[in-house]
């Protein structure tokens, strides 16, 4: 299914693409299909985000066009590079030189400090950090006076902005972030996006990231709807309102799923006429 982001980026200014991305998890009767021939593009330079009920792919999709998962059929590029038939060697490469992780759980080393994070993945490659590159991550971040500092010694967002430094520090096309808001108050949750809006506003990154919620997706550019493992809308320059009213009418007006009522209640709205 071609979705308007699928339709208007042009060649060069694409970071991510999927043409028929289709993936099914098991066989015969038993199969699950994740993705149902999926075409998208993710644009450069923007701050892409990724809703849909739970199940409805949106890990799968995440996991597709970052390499992590192979795909049962269909195409995927990395920039310019084809990776859906690359070997396992030539994948991890990239995906090292390119792609950038963030996850709900900091994924940090306790045992090191906050610096030795930020450059673990570089250093497992044998890569030297670009300095000013690194200074202005670390910078950008508000991370100058916690780099000593072990993960136990910092607060759940301070966390966040190591492990959203660890995914800039090797300045990567593409910036992957799964949840990232998920395990911290909202006052940390705002703060980590605002250091994403930052990376792409001010460093220049591209940042892909699946959320529940509305008010995380209103600091995307463009919001990118699944559903039953389809790309069914898209939404430029979304605010919580518009986000939840979408989520509203995809539930045929009878938001009774937990997970709308989740982000209802996060947005801290109930006494709206949502249910009229
Ligand atoms: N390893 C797996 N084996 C079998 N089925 C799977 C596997 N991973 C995902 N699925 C199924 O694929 C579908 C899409 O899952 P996915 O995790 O991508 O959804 P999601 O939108 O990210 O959900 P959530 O919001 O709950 O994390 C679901 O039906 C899920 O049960």
Redesign the pocket.
Same mark, same amino acid.
């Given at each position: 299914m071609s979705t308007p982001a699928a339709q208007h980026t042009p060649d060069g200014a694409v970071a991510a693409r999927a043409r028929g991305l289709t993936?099914a998890? &098991?066989s015969g009767e038993t199969a *699950?299909?994740? =993705?149902d021939s999926v075409d998208v593009d993710i644009a450069r330079g923007r701050f892409t985000a990724v809703m &849909?009920? /739970? &199940? /409805? &792919?949106? /890990?799968? =999709?995440?996991?597709c066009l970052a390499g992590l998962d192979t795909v049962s059929a269909g195409q995927v590029w990395l920039g310019g590079t084809e990776i859906t038939g690359l070997r396992d060697r030539e994948l991890t490469r990239l995906r090292r030189d390119r792609v950038g992780f963030m996850f709900q759980s900091f994924n940090l080393i306790p045992t090191l400090t906050a610096a030795e994070n930020i450059t673990l993945p570089m250093d497992i490659a044998g890569r030297r950090p670009d300095e000013r590159w690194l200074k202005q991550v670390i910078d950008t971040l508000g991370l100058r006076d916690r780099l000593r500092h072990r993960p136990a010694q910092l607060s759940g967002g301070q966390q966040q902005r190591v492990a959203c430094a660890r995914a800039l520090a090797s300045r990567p096309e593409l910036i992957f972030a799964d949840?990232p808001t998920g395990n911290l108050d909202s006052r940390a949750g705002r703060e980590v996006l605002g250091f994403l809006r930052g990376a792409v506003d001010d460093l220049g990154q591209t940042v892909v990231m *699946?959320t529940?919620d509305p008010g995380a997706a209103a600091h995307s550019d463009v919001v990118l709807f =699944?559903a039953d493992?389809h790309i069914e809308d898209a939404m430029e320059r979304p605010t919580a309102e518009a986000v939840l009213e979408h989520m509203h009418l995809s539930t045929g007006g009878h938001p009774q799923t937990p997970?709308f009522d989740a982000v209802r209640g996060r947005l801290g709205d109930d006494d709206t006429d949502l249910e009229e």
């Amino acid at each position: 299914m071609s979705t308007p982001a699928a339709q208007h980026t042009p060649d060069g200014a694409v970071a991510a693409r999927a043409r028929g991305l289709t993936k099914a998890y &098991g066989s015969g009767e038993t199969a *699950v299909i994740a =993705l149902d021939s999926v075409d998208v593009d993710i644009a450069r330079g923007r701050f892409t985000a990724v809703m &849909g009920p /739970s &199940g /409805s &792919g949106k /890990s799968t =999709l995440m996991h597709c066009l970052a390499g992590l998962d192979t795909v049962s059929a269909g195409q995927v590029w990395l920039g310019g590079t084809e990776i859906t038939g690359l070997r396992d060697r030539e994948l991890t490469r990239l995906r090292r030189d390119r792609v950038g992780f963030m996850f709900q759980s900091f994924n940090l080393i306790p045992t090191l400090t906050a610096a030795e994070n930020i450059t673990l993945p570089m250093d497992i490659a044998g890569r030297r950090p670009d300095e000013r590159w690194l200074k202005q991550v670390i910078d950008t971040l508000g991370l100058r006076d916690r780099l000593r500092h072990r993960p136990a010694q910092l607060s759940g967002g301070q966390q966040q902005r190591v492990a959203c430094a660890r995914a800039l520090a090797s300045r990567p096309e593409l910036i992957f972030a799964d949840e990232p808001t998920g395990n911290l108050d909202s006052r940390a949750g705002r703060e980590v996006l605002g250091f994403l809006r930052g990376a792409v506003d001010d460093l220049g990154q591209t940042v892909v990231m *699946v959320t529940h919620d509305p008010g995380a997706a209103a600091h995307s550019d463009v919001v990118l709807f =699944l559903a039953d493992g389809h790309i069914e809308d898209a939404m430029e320059r979304p605010t919580a309102e518009a986000v939840l009213e979408h989520m509203h009418l995809s539930t045929g007006g009878h938001p009774q799923t937990p997970w709308f009522d989740a982000v209802r209640g996060r947005l801290g709205d109930d006494d709206t006429d949502l249910e009229e």
